[in-house]
């Protein structure tokens, strides 16, 4: 049974990463035939994002532990329940990123700020 909580877990981190890139790519227009990449600030964007769904699988079973003692909470919920949230704070964090002109993505022949 760990085998296959495991396996849903890393499929939901791995969904998460997938929305998170397509949410963000969605705010950036491009040229026709032109490619888009990313940004410095991008790849930050996604290595923090990596970071806080790493962090969640080591610390979200121990967090719904503390959060709800007397509750038996199965860690699979616990950590579908963080990726879920870490989804959701990417959201105003890409939001204010691109209010501050730090683009995370640009087309392939832009300069590194990107079209904000």
């Not at 998170?20 to 940004?39: D, E, I």
């Not at 080591?58 to 003692?69: D, E, G, K, N, S």
């Not at 199965?74 to 704070?89: D, E, G, I, S």
């Amino acid at each position: 049974m760990p085998a296959a909580a495991n396996a849903i877990c890393a499929f939901t981190a791995l969904f998460i990463v997938g929305m998170v890139w397509l949410r963000t790519v969605m705010h950036y227009a491009k040229a026709p035939g032109a490619r888009r990449s990313l940004t410095a600030a991008g790849v930050i964007y996604f290595a923090v994002l990596g970071l806080v769904l790493v962090a969640g699988w080591f610390a979200a079973p121990q967090a719904a532990r503390a959060l709800a003692p007397s509750a038996p909470v199965a860690p699979t919920l616990a950590r579908v329940v963080w990726f879920l949230a870490a989804y959701y704070l990417f959201i105003p964090l890409h939001l204010i990123l691109k209010a501050r002109g730090a683009a995370v993505f640009r087309a392939a022949d832009s300069p590194e700020r990107g079209m904000a």
